[in-house]
């Protein structure tokens, strides 16, 4: 499978599932609207970052989906700022589990380094 084949299979997935629209374009941002029930995703980014950042964010999905104590978390506090650093761990993990579940191979340094650029700079802002 390829990565755009995966990127495909993907976007099909949170469709099917859970009712949510992928869109891609230059001024998306990598992200989960919960409320707008979209995805949104930099085209601009190479297609691996894609494939990342759509299990990322698919992974939000799930979470929010399972676990609600991810919804209305308060980003003014500093019990919230650990919460949502806490939910975008747990993203990462759940959107490993996912592209495993698809069978979708991943290159796991790339991924573990980008997981972890990612996080780095969550925790700093948490940590602010």
């Not at 499978?1 to 869109?23: C, G, L, P, R, W």
């Not at 894609?50 to 698919?58: D, G, K, N, V, Y």
């Not at 919230?80 to 495993?100: F, P, Q, S, V, Y």
Request: overall charge negative.
């Amino acid at each position: 499978m390829t990565t755009e084949e995966a990127i495909d299979n993907i976007v099909a997935h949170v469709k099917i599932q859970h009712d949510i629209d992928v869109v891609f374009g230059d001024d998306e941002i990598g992200a989960y609207y919960h409320d707008a029930g979209i995805i949104g995703i930099n085209n601009t980014e190479s297609v691996d970052r894609q494939l990342f950042i759509l299990l990322h964010e698919a992974g939000h999905v799930s979470l929010r989906r399972d676990q609600r104590r991810f919804l209305n978390i308060d980003e003014t506090t500093a019990d919230g700022k650990r919460m949502r650093l806490l939910e975008e761990r747990e993203a990462w993990r759940e959107g490993k589990i996912l592209a495993d579940y698809m069978k979708i191979k991943i290159n796991n340094k790339e991924w573990k380094s980008f997981r972890k650029e990612n996080l780095d700079d969550y925790t700093v802002w948490a940590e602010q």
